[in-house]
């Protein structure tokens, strides 16, 4: 029982050491990645290329497929390109199966105490990742000696002996086996490590080996499959093309396992070289037979999970808060911040309606208007909660900064819906239905400032988009005039109460309290400036600074 005990605690620890490995590399490449791939797919060679590159690196043909499916869903590739990407990336992770199919036991050590070094001293940078990394690496490699260890103990023993050999190669069987320790592992690297392994100390034979390597694979696909379900249709595309060539892959591949026994094993060596070359060679395989199939599969997939068809409407657009994108911190943070530009582009349909319901007392435009500050509220709460699943610890300085200005935005949106909702029962409480129209010279002060507002919302969506420091100062200037404006137009009204304008009397509260609602909504908008300002060192202590939190204190 120890021995067993000993042999499933080296499994997990290749697990985990795999686990680290694919994070770590994310954590501190995520962008990087996203970058090359999206530079370098030009073409179908190119980007199974790119795919084998990338994968190598991460180890994880998973973790390539959830950013590509994200690509895909942001229109930025082609279904078809997308599959090649794929292709190459099973590529990739048998060529790393391959690097650790070698006695590799003498780095594990250094690796361990060097990634413990670097991980605790700059836990919080992109050294103490690295370092996480070394220690994944060292893991791994720890663990594959640790396998080798216990199972030629296990093997030993006269009772296991006898157990073996009643053993009968079923290859169905070993297909699913092979996928459902896939899935179960997270990993496929893992699975067909661990079957070379045991396949080298005896405790499997070299057939059933073969077996579990091609259900290893058909289950790093439906790995990917499962993943993606809840997303959009554009995102599971993806993988579910890459288990089409797998599962066509396999059911070629499966009648040869005997050949490949009898002709090619005897060539290669030890029983570990076979299996992890059996691996690299089924997916160099399928990659070249399958490159010039990649619009068929494509069709096939669109097919089966035809894109819907999107109407104007908000319910018609494409969502961008992807939870496969969650896997990678850097992917799932530009995801939030897309969904948070929409948001901006709702606040601004609710501000620009504004102006309409004013001038032609239109109490249906309000209605409409009001009901879309729901979706401004359902939209925080989204994005809101689709942050909150990122780790914190997985996110880099600028990444982490990121986030917060997300909030920061999503809040700052979130409020304006909020005030321009209580503009809107205003208007219709003190204007619409008791009949009152505002003076010529009022409405022309209306006027004025809310044309500012827009120009001031569209300036800020470019500030939070681009992080441009010259138009966030430009903002906070704007800010500043605003105010100035407000002022203005509130002793304006006044003079004209003094001079006995009717209009002007009878919507006195409601002017002086629509200006003061427009400089909150500015005040809102222009905020989004600090977090750039401030992360420049634009808001050091100065008189520009000074003047700002003056005038947040006199709000």
């Given at each position: 029982?120890?021995?067993?005990?000993?042999?499933?605690?080296?499994?997990?620890?290749?697990?985990?050491?795999?686990?680290?490995?694919?994070?770590?590399?994310?954590?501190?490449?995520?962008?990087?990645?996203?970058?090359?791939?999206?530079?370098?797919?030009?073409?179908?060679?190119?980007?199974?290329?790119?795919?084998?590159?990338?994968?190598?690196?991460?180890?994880?043909?998973?973790?390539?497929?959830?950013?590509?499916?994200?690509?895909?869903?942001?229109g930025l590739i082609s279904l078809p390109l997308a599959l090649a990407v794929m292709l190459g990336a099973d590529i990739g992770t048998s060529l790393m199966a391959v690097v650790f199919s070698f006695d590799l036991s003498w780095l594990s050590p250094l690796f361990i105490f060097s990634g413990v070094v670097l991980f605790i001293s700059r836990q919080s940078t992109n050294v103490g990742r690295v370092g996480r990394i070394l220690i994944g690496l060292g893991l791994m490699l720890l663990a594959l000696r640790l396998v080798t260890d216990s199972t030629s103990v296990l093997t030993s023993n006269s009772a296991v002996k006898a157990l073996l050999g009643t053993l009968s190669s079923d290859l169905l069987l070993e297909i699913t086996v092979g996928a459902v320790l896939a899935v179960v592992s997270y990993s496929s690297l893992a699975i067909v490590?661990?079957?070379?392994?045991?396949?080298?100390?005896?405790?499997?034979?070299?057939?059933?080996?073969?077996?579990?390597?091609?259900?290893?694979?058909?289950?790093?696909?439906?790995?990917?499959?499962?993943?993606?379900?809840?997303?959009?249709?554009?995102?599971?595309?993806?993988?579910?093309?890459?288990?089409?060539?797998?599962?066509?892959?396999?059911?070629?591949?499966?009648?040869?396992?005997?050949?490949?026994?009898?002709?090619?094993?005897?060539?290669?060596?030890?029983?570990?070289?076979?299996?992890?070359?059996?691996?690299?060679?089924?997916?160099?395989?399928?990659?070249?037979?399958?490159?010039?199939?990649?619009?068929?599969?494509?069709?096939?997939?669109?097919?089966?999970?035809?894109?819907?068809?999107?109407?104007?409407?908000?319910?018609?657009?494409?969502?961008?808060?992807?939870?496969?994108?969650?896997?990678?911190?850097?992917?799932?943070?530009?995801?939030?911040?897309?969904?948070?530009?929409?948001?901006?582009?709702?606040?601004?349909?609710?501000?620009?309606?504004?102006?309409?319901?004013?001038?032609?007392?239109?109490?249906?435009?309000?209605?409409?208007?009001?009901?879309?500050?729901?979706?401004?509220?359902?939209?925080?709460?989204?994005?809101?909660?689709?942050?909150?699943?990122?780790?914190?610890?997985?996110?880099?300085?600028?990444?982490?900064?990121?986030?917060?200005?997300?909030?920061?935005?999503?809040?700052?949106?979130?409020?304006?819906?909020?005030?321009?909702?209580?503009?809107?029962?205003?208007?219709?409480?003190?204007?619409?239905?008791?009949?009152?129209?505002?003076?010529?010279?009022?409405?022309?002060?209306?006027?004025?400032?809310?044309?500012?507002?827009?120009?001031?919302?569209?300036?800020?969506?470019?500030?939070?988009?681009?992080?441009?420091?010259?138009?966030?100062?430009?903002?906070?200037?704007?800010?500043?005039?605003?105010?100035?404006?407000?002022?203005?137009?509130?002793?304006?009204?006044?003079?004209?109460?003094?001079?006995?304008?009717?209009?002007?009397?009878?919507?006195?509260?409601?002017?002086?309290?629509?200006?003061?609602?427009?400089?909150?909504?500015?005040?809102?908008?222009?905020?989004?400036?600090?977090?750039?300002?401030?992360?420049?060192?634009?808001?050091?202590?100065?008189?520009?600074?000074?003047?700002?939190?003056?005038?947040?204190?006199?709000?």
């Open positions: 029982m120890k021995h067993l005990l000993n042999l499933l605690a080296a499994i997990a620890l290749l697990v985990w050491g795999t686990h680290l490995v694919r994070t770590g590399i994310l954590r501190v490449f995520g962008a990087n990645l996203r970058h090359v791939l999206s530079r370098s797919i030009s073409n179908r060679f190119n980007a199974a290329l790119s795919g084998i590159g990338v994968t190598a690196l991460v180890q994880s043909s998973t973790a390539t497929a959830l950013i590509v499916s994200s690509f895909v869903g942001q490590l661990l079957t070379a392994t045991l396949a080298t100390t005896g405790v499997i034979p070299p057939d059933v080996a073969l077996g579990l390597v091609l259900g290893a694979n058909l289950g790093s696909g439906l790995l990917a499959v499962l993943t993606t379900a809840r997303s959009a249709i554009e995102v599971r595309q993806v993988p579910l093309g890459n288990l089409v060539f797998k599962l066509l892959g396999v059911a070629v591949a499966a009648p040869f396992v005997g050949l490949w026994l009898r002709h090619v094993a005897p060539h290669l060596g030890a029983t570990a070289t076979m299996v992890v070359m059996f691996h690299l060679m089924f997916n160099t395989a399928v990659g070249v037979v399958f490159i010039g199939w990649t619009q068929v599969v494509a069709r096939w997939v669109e097919k089966f999970l035809p894109r819907p068809v999107k109407g104007p409407t908000a319910g018609g657009r494409p969502h961008h808060l992807d939870p496969s994108a969650l896997a990678t911190p850097s992917l799932a943070i530009s995801c939030a911040a897309r969904e948070a530009l929409h948001q901006a582009d709702v606040v601004e349909s609710m501000l620009n309606g504004v102006l309409n319901v004013i001038r032609n007392n239109d109490l249906r435009l309000a209605e409409d208007l009001r009901k879309l500050d729901d979706t401004v509220d359902a939209l925080y709460s989204a994005i809101k909660y689709y942050l909150t699943k990122i780790s914190r610890e997985a996110l880099g300085e600028e990444e982490s900064r990121r986030w917060t200005d997300i909030i920061s935005f999503t809040i700052n949106m979130e409020q304006i819906g909020d005030i321009i909702e209580r503009v809107l029962i205003d208007i219709e409480d003190k204007k619409i239905k008791p009949g009152r129209n505002f003076s010529e010279a009022g409405m022309a002060e209306i006027c004025e400032l809310h044309q500012r507002l827009i120009d001031n919302l569209r300036l800020s969506m470019s500030v939070f988009l681009n992080g441009s420091v010259r138009d966030a100062q430009k903002l906070l200037e704007e800010k500043a005039r605003f105010r100035d404006l407000e002022r203005a137009y509130a002793a304006t009204h006044l003079g004209r109460l003094s001079d006995g304008t009717t209009q002007s009397m009878e919507t006195s509260s409601l002017h002086i309290d629509l200006i003061s609602d427009l400089k909150r909504i500015n005040s809102h908008i222009c905020s989004i400036a600090y977090p750039i300002l401030d992360s420049a060192g634009a808001l050091a202590p100065n008189r520009l600074r000074q003047s700002v939190l003056m005038d947040d204190v006199s709000r």
